[in-house]
């Protein structure tokens, strides 16, 4: 099974909520594909979240990732990805929380 997901900022819903509920369904493999970048800073335009519970700075790796969530394997758009897909410029989206620090 295929879940897309507007975004991982923290992990825990997807790996104690629904990828069990999948799993119990007999759901064999569980890919993740996640419209958004990744997120690895703290938004500065009021989006909560407690420092040390963003997800992609936690397990940077993409094993640590799949292994975290118990799933086959996860991809996120990329920028570049998005801006094509989008069809806007650049400077006029918001990427704030998909820089690296």
């Not at 292994?67 to 990329?78: A, E, P, W, Y």
Request: glycine share 6%; net charge negative.
């Amino acid at each position: 099974m295929v879940v897309c997901d507007d975004s991982i900022v923290r992990g825990t819903q997807t790996q104690t909520n629904l990828v069990p509920k999948l799993k119990d369904l007999g759901v064999a493999e569980i890919h993740f594909r996640i419209s958004s970048t990744e997120l690895f800073s703290y938004c500065p335009w009021g989006k909560t979240t407690r420092k040390g519970d963003l997800f992609s700075l936690k397990y940077p790796k993409e094993e640590e990732k799949i292994d975290f969530l118990g799933v086959q394997s996860i991809k996120f758009n990329t920028r570049e990805d998005l801006l094509e897909i989008i069809g806007l410029p650049e400077e006029t989206l918001c990427f704030d929380c998909s820089l690296e620090n």
